[in-house]
């Protein structure tokens, strides 16, 4: 595609739900990662994939969260039993690849998380 | 771990002024980007700056990663440069990479 989606744009959930985000990274690219952004607040790297594998998951809040990719394309992020800290923008974006040096990568619109 | 560090926090800048951002690191990286967050939340790519001075338009950004410091200039800012400035050092040890990024630069160009 053009460039990075997610789906939805928008999400209300009740406390202790689960919840599922999803990312679609550019076309070609084998890199994807995932970010929150709680209000106000700056980025924080949550996890990424080379290809359908993610090498270091420590990043990831807590057991609650996982987040898979399958066919070196469509990843998803997956809350479950949500929590009001949960709530924040999870921003997705794509690379053509990982290097030592890093590559530019590229942003999707983002999911807005409201946990109630 | 690596700490990336953005001053000032916030600025507000009368249209047709020029600026200047900083963003300082604490351990050397493999590389650095700046990125604009537009008000509407949309992350868009400054530029990609190991080292050395890149320039686009009335952006410009200079990296001086011995002294671990990146610098972004805005020339003759425009109302639409409103928004969120981050700085992100890309740190890659043993198989993996990450992007750390700073707290941001909240800027405010009024008309």
């Given at each position: ?8 744009s928008?999400?209300v ?13 550019i076309?070609g ?6 970010y929150?952004?709680s ?13 359908n594998?993610?090498p270091d ?14 066919g070196?394309s ?35 619109p ?7 | 771990?690596i700490?990336?560090?953005?001053s ?8 047709g ?8 690191f604490?351990?050397s990286?493999?590389?650095?980007q ?6 509407w939340?949309?992350?868009?790519n ?8 890149k ?15 990146s ?7 425009q109302?639409t440069?409103?928004g ?17 990024f700073?707290?941001?630069?909240k800027?405010s160009v009024?008309?």
């Amino acid at each position: 595609g053009a460039g990075v989606s997610q789906s939805p744009s928008n999400k209300v959930t009740e406390k202790g739900k689960d919840v599922e985000l999803r990312c679609d990274p550019i076309s070609g690219h084998t890199a994807l990662y995932w970010y929150r952004q709680s209000l106000g607040q700056g980025l924080e790297f949550l996890i990424y994939f080379q290809g359908n594998s993610a090498p270091d998951k420590s990043g990831l809040p807590s057991d609650r969260f996982s987040a898979e990719r399958t066919g070196g394309s469509v990843s998803t992020l997956t809350i479950q039993r949500t929590q009001q800290e949960d709530s924040a923008v999870y921003l997705c974006a794509s690379s053509p690849s990982i290097t030592r040096g890093g590559v530019t990568q590229y942003f999707g619109p983002g999911t807005r998380l409201l946990v109630l | 771990g690596i700490q990336v560090e953005q001053s000032p926090p916030d600025l507000i800048l009368q249209e047709g002024a020029n600026s200047t951002l900083r963003c300082n690191f604490s351990d050397s990286v493999n590389n650095l980007q700046w990125f604009h967050q537009n008000p509407w939340g949309q992350l868009i790519n400054l530029f990609y700056i190991p080292s050395g001075t890149k320039q686009n338009g009335r952006l410009s950004a200079t990296t001086v990663a011995t002294e671990r410091y990146s610098l972004l200039y805005i020339s003759s800012s425009q109302t639409t440069d409103s928004g969120v400035y981050f700085c992100a050092a890309w740190f890659y040890g043993g198989s993996q990479g990450n992007l750390i990024f700073g707290k941001g630069t909240k800027l405010s160009v009024k008309p």
